[in-house]
């Protein structure tokens, strides 16, 4: 179950379930760094509430995953 990312990088199976696997906490962490509930980061992200300082640290989380996935 190998896959090919857009530089044409083999992608098995292992690593897109680890890279999944820091996508879901990743509410989480922010919360934590933020000391808000993850319930209001996944309202701030999903676009319900709004919060420059949430939205910033999603959007600092997900580039550090991205980084992390190259």
């Not at 992608?11 to 319930?39: C, D, F, I, T």
């Amino acid at each position: 179950m190998n896959k090919e990312n857009k530089n044409g990088k083999k992608l098995n199976g292992e690593r897109l379930l680890n890279l999944h696997k820091l996508h879901l906490g990743l509410y989480a962490r922010v919360a934590g760094q933020l000391g808000v509930s993850p319930s209001y980061v996944s309202l701030v992200a999903n676009g319900i509430r709004r919060s420059d300082k949430v939205k910033a640290a999603v959007l600092d989380e997900i580039a550090r995953i991205h980084r992390a996935s190259r």
